[in-house]
Structure formats: C-alpha cells, structure tokens
C-alpha cells in the first residue's frame, strides 16, 4: 500500500510498502504475487532463498513472507540469516503445508508476525501484511528517531558528554564540578550547552533521550 515511511538507521526514505515473496513453488508465487499487487502491494518474488538474500535491501519499507521447507535454507534458517543482518528488522509472515506446533513456535520465539497454513486463506494473509505494515513502519520511525538522537549527541565536545553522563545519573552542579575538577560555574555552561546541543529543555527529557539510546542498542 502507498503510503510515507520513515527511514530506519542509515536508510533511504521510499513511500511504498513491499512484499518480499520466497517459496520454491512457482505456483505459490504466481498466485500470491497476483493477490497482493492486485491489492495494490509492490512485490518481489524469489524461488530461492539464497536469491532473496543476495537482492534483499533493508532499505526498503516491507515484510517477508516465507516458506517454511525449501531446499538448501529453510525458512527459519532464512528468518535467522535476516535477523543476523545488522539493521535488518523485517516482519516476517511464515507460509507452510507441514504446519506443526514446534516449528511455528520456534519461528513465533524469533519474532515471526504470522504463521499460515496452505492453501493460504486469502484473509489471512492480507491481515497478516497489515499488521507488518503497522510494526514496519513503527520500527522505522523508532530507527529514524535513533538515528537523530545519535547525530545531535555526536555534536557533544568530550567534556559535555562527561557532563552529559553526571547529569543523567542525578549528580548536581556542585557534584559534577567536583568530580570532573572543574568550577560550579564552568558545570553549569557545559549544562546548559549539552541541553542545548541535545534539544531538550530539562533533566526528564534528558533521561529519556538516554534510555532510548540504551533501549536499541
């Protein structure tokens, strides 16, 4: 579906949402690939895992649908390969016709979005794409927020981000200037630079900021 999405760390800005199909069955393919651009999905279709993974671009705002038992990478060595990527955050939609409880839990464990039995309802899927569209695009604007928090701490000379670092734990002026062997007054300058530098306005945003930082590292 068209529609803007934020960029994750590093990537290009694109305003469309697409379907990454893998299945070694060249009707599945067809058919699902049919579906979905009717629906008004973009939608790559790959009869190999090892295609997909050599052409796969992180950049692009989407979700994988997977077979599950595929010659060579099977669909969970496949979710592994992608999650082992570094920025890679693809939902995942697991299509199978050998559903059993221990597969799909170890793929559920991993952080598959869905797991479908053939023949594929076609309900089911779009339901399922629907909901990678809403954690894609939540996961992308959490990456872009990142992305910026990291740029405006980069701006930080190594005495603000040792300030920085006393502020968030609660130390006051006086405690800082004494740690560090500098001035109350000089503290409070380097204070109120790196809460200009960072673009917050008191100590809670700055604590915030922080745990974010610490959330997806």
Excluded at 129 to 153: C, G, H, K, M, P
Excluded at 163 to 175: A, D, H, T, Y
Aim: glycine letters at 6%; hydrophobic letters at 45%.
């Amino acid at each position: 579906m068209l529609k803007f999405v934020k960029h994750m760390t590093g990537c290009a800005v694109t305003n469309s949402f697409t379907v990454y199909l893998v299945d070694d069955d060249a009707g599945v393919l067809k058919a699902l690939s049919l579906l979905l651009r009717v629906k008004g999905y973009e939608v790559r279709s790959f009869s190999s895992p090892q295609l997909f993974l050599e052409e796969h671009d992180v950049a692009v705002p989407g979700c994988a649908v997977l077979d599950v038992s595929m010659p060579g990478i099977d669909g969970l060595e496949l979710q592994h390969a992608l999650t082992a990527r570094a920025g890679s955050h693809r939902p995942i939609v697991f299509i199978t016709g050998k559903g059993d409880i221990p597969t799909s839990v170890r793929a559920m464990k991993a952080g598959a979005l869905d797991f479908l039995i053939k023949p594929i309802n076609d309900k089911d899927l779009l339901e399922a794409i629907s909901r990678a569209e809403v954690r894609d695009a939540a996961t992308r604007a959490n990456y872009s927020e990142l992305e910026s928090i990291q740029a405006r701490i980069a701006t930080l000379t190594p005495r603000e981000r040792e300030v920085w670092v006393q502020v968030i734990e609660g130390r006051l002026n006086k405690q800082i200037a004494g740690d560090l062997g500098i001035v109350e007054k000089t503290a409070k300058v380097h204070r109120k630079q790196v809460m200009m530098k960072l673009g917050v306005r008191n100590v809670a945003e700055l604590v915030r900021m922080a745990d974010k930082l610490s959330f997806y590292r």
